[in-house]
């Protein structure tokens, strides 16, 4: 998979927003897997266009466990859990589990 700028990232999170275009339309046509735009369509929901600005993180245990009992009590998914706390990729929390 090709890395994105911030600028393609929020390009494609606008055509959704925009409504004339659906997710799988936009995903096949910049290159990512349907679930990828998904992410950041809800990661810009919750963070606005810095949700894609990130040094690299290493997550405390603390937080990590934050995360994991937010999920517990909440019963959210995990892809949103990912958004919701900034977390890049919803494969991390994955791990964590």
Known sequence: M???NLEEKIE???RYQQ???GVKF???SIG???T???NWIKQV???GADAFIKPYTSYTTEFKLDVLNYIKETGTSIRETAAIFNIATHSTIQKWQ
């Open 2 to 4: 090709a890395k994105f």
């Open 12 to 14: 494609a999170v606008i």
């Open 19 to 21: 409504g004339s275009e």
């Open 26 to 28: 936009i995903a096949k």
């Open 32 to 34: 990512v897997h349907h």
């Open 36 to 38: 990828v735009l998904l």
């Open 45 to 47: 929901e919750h963070h």
